[in-house]
C-alpha cells in the first residue's frame, strides 16, 4: 500500500509549483555575473555539452563556476539544512541526489582538464568576486 502524500496540493499544482523554480538566471546568479562582467572576466552560459551544465564557464582559464541554491542542492548553513515539514523523506532524497550527481558532474568536469569551483548562495552578498580564483596559475 502506497504511503499517503502529506502535500498540499495536487500533483498537478505541485507539478506547476516546480516547474515556476528557476535554474538558470536566478537573482544570486545574476548578481555575480553583473560583478565578474565588471572585472574584465568574459564567459559562456549554461553549456549544454558540459557535463552538469555548468552555469558560467571560463574557457579562456579552463574555469567552471556553479552558483548553487542552498536548499536545492544541500549546503551546510542555516537555509541548507532546512527541511520542509510536509514530505520530508521525498526532500531528503531529492537533496541527497542532487549532491551526488553535483559530485558526479565535479569529477567528470575535472577528468577534462577543468577547474571547479562551487559558490553557494548564501555566499552572494558577502562575497568579493576578485577572489575567485578563476585564472589558473
Keep these: ?14 507539478s506547476a509549483v516546480m516547474r ?11 548578481r555575480l555575473r553583473r560583478a565578474l562582467h565588471a572585472l574584465g572576466f568574459r564567459y559562456r552560459l549554461n553549456v549544454k ?6 552555469d558560467l564557464v ?10 548553487h541554491g ?9 537555509r541548507g539544512r532546512r527541511v520542509p515539514k510536509s514530505n520530508a523523506d521525498y526532500w ?3 537533496i541527497r541526489k542532487n ?13 577534462l582538464g577543468w577547474r571547479v569551483i562551487t559558490v553557494w548562495e548564501c555566499e552572494i552578498p558577502t562575497l568579493d568576486p576578485g577572489t ?5 596559475d
Excluded at 575567485?132 to 589558473?136: N, Q, R
Design 1 to 14: 500500500m502506497a504511503a499517503k502524500s502529506t502535500d498540499v496540493f495536487s500533483p498537478e499544482k505541485r
Design 58 to 67: 571560463f574557457p579562456r582559464h579552463k574555469t567552471i563556476l556553479f552558483v
Design 132 to 136: 575567485l580564483p578563476i585564472v589558473k
Design 49 to 54: 555539452d558540459l557535463p552538469g551544465k555548468p
Design 70 to 78: 542552498c536548499f536545492w542542492h544541500g549546503h551546510d548553513c542555516k
Design 92 to 94: 531528503r532524497e531529492k
Design 20 to 30: 515556476a523554480v528557476k535554474s538558470k538566471d536566478t537573482k544570486p546568479e545574476l
Design 99 to 111: 549532491r551526488m550527481r553535483d559530485r558526479k558532474n565535479k569529477k567528470a568536469l575535472e577528468a
